[in-house]
């Protein structure tokens, strides 16, 4: 089955498109880079020839509210229309837990925003929403910084390793179309404090990690519901200990 994966070069999509090559697939990794550009059209009719499924985990250069909103709106419209000419049977997006629990936030107004057109175009469809990964815990380290002491949430956080989003992404991608939005997180869910405390342990850094109820998330304010499932949620099973083992062997 040909599947293209639209921001195939990216984190997310380069392992997506290895677990599918595995399973025999034939796999397309567009982006801009290789000729294909879902904001502008570029290269998608020639793309998404003889493609069942496509799968969107593309992501805005910039993260400004009214930029990032005509990325997603602008993206998306773009690759529906596509899609419907190529008789597309699936469509597959990542998005994000919680976005409509975080008004304030731009970017996840832009997300919702683009799960609304997928919903109302017609075409088959399953949106994958994630927590956030393992792998930024230290760029939320560094961004919450303020003269050396980190200021971080003891909100509730469920971050899940990207390999396993990679995993249930693919999974979503190789079965029927379901036509709603399904969750992943994973296994263990604590405070924002705790996980952030732990990777710098982890990594020796020595910045001191100051427990702030005020403390913004890129904007948003972290309670114990904001970014975290509410309801069922597929659990991904690598808690952070085993994730940065595997991380640290494979760096040795």
Do not use: C
């Amino acid at each position: 089955m040909k599947i293209v994966i639209i921001g195939g070069s990216g984190l997310i999509g380069t392992k997506v498109a290895d677990r599918l090559r595995k399973r025999g697939h034939e796999v397309v990794q567009s982006s801009p880079s290789t000729g294909v550009n879902s904001l502008t059209g570029e290269g998608l009719d020639g793309a998404l020839a003889g493609a069942k499924v496509v799968i969107d985990v593309t992501n805005s250069p910039s993260w400004e509210p009214s930029a990032v909103l005509s990325f997603f709106e602008t993206s998306t419209t773009n690759l529906l229309k596509a899609e419907r000419a190529a008789g597309v049977r699936h469509h597959v997006a990542l998005s994000i837990v919680g976005i409509e629990r975080s008004p304030e936030n731009g970017y996840f107004r832009a997300k919702l925003a683009q799960e609304a057109l997928i919903k109302k175009d017609g075409t088959p469809y399953t949106i994958v929403r994630s927590t956030q990964f393992l792998e930024f815990l230290g760029g939320i380290a560094d961004s919450a910084t303020v003269d050396g002491t980190v200021h971080v949430s003891h909100g509730a956080f469920q971050p899940i390793a990207a390999d396993e989003v990679a995993g249930f992404v693919a999974e979503a991608a190789t079965a029927a179309a379901e036509n709603r939005t399904i969750e992943i997180a994973g296994p263990e869910k604590k405070p924002m404090s705790d996980f952030v405390t732990e990777y710098l342990a982890s990594i020796g850094d020595s910045r001191k990690v100051l427990v702030d109820p005020q403390a913004r998330y890129f904007g948003t304010l972290v309670d114990d519901r904001a970014l975290v499932p509410l309801g069922t949620a597929k659990l991904g099973t690598l808690d952070f200990r085993t994730w940065h083992a595997q991380r640290s062997q494979a760096a040795a």
